[in-house]
């Protein structure tokens, strides 16, 4: 039987030095910008030197590459939610409440416009980014498909573009509460009101 892999010292080193950098870019492009942040600023911020920036990453587009992963991994939770077998209003919101706490973080809006912006410009960052904007409507999707079957929730004749409706209105709300607050959370309970009387049956 193969032994386990065991993580060296200097692999540890590496994989600190690394996410060290990337921090360092995170708070480059939160700070200047993703297009108007360059290699040497997030050497600088990251106090190593360019080549050794480069031995860990090929450039700025590799950094943001590795973003999307990490965004990825930060949609997890929220994923396993969705998937979570009790009643499915209840998950929903749940998941509302949850993850519209999550989208409001001043540090998430403004990256997410920063990436936003790029992806316009850049086809393959936008497939980055869509492709964890695609695993979270699949699974929001399938949780309203569960609802319809077992009669939680009214007939929706097309479950993903009322999942992408309502992740649609949450990103709204956090970006203009975002902007016009200083608040690091907002209230849930008027957006809740809003999908849960879209997505159920009207009391007789």
């Known amino acids: 039987m193969q032994e386990p892999l065991v993580e060296t ?38 106090g190593v030197s360019l080549g050794n920036l480069y031995n860990h990453f090929s450039g700025k587009h590799a950094v943001l590459a590795e973003i999307a992963a990490l965004e990825r991994e930060e949609l997890q939770p929220f994923l396993s939610y969705l998937r979570n077998d009790v009643a499915p209003l209840e998950v929903l919101e749940g998941f509302v409440r949850n993850y519209l706490i999550h989208l409001s973080a001043p540090e998430n809006v403004i990256l997410s416009l920063e990436i936003a912006s790029e992806a316009v410009r850049k086809p393959d960052i936008a497939k980055m980014f869509l492709e964890n904007q695609n695993a979270l409507l699949d699974a929001l999707a399938s949780l309203l498909t569960r609802g319809v079957k077992e009669g939680c929730f009214r007939s929706l004749p097309d479950t993903r573009g009322a999942a992408s409706l309502i992740l649609d209105a949450m990103e709204g709300k956090a970006l203009r509460a975002t902007l016009q607050t200083d608040k690091t959370t907002i209230g849930h309970a008027e957006l809740w009101d809003f999908i849960k009387n879209a997505v159920t049956n009207p009391p007789d």
């Open 9 to 46: 010292k200097r692999d540890k080193e590496l994989k600190s030095r690394r996410a060290h950098i990337l921090e360092a870019a995170l708070m480059s492009f939160l700070e200047k910008g993703y297009h108007q942040t360059g290699v040497r600023d997030i050497a600088k911020r990251a």
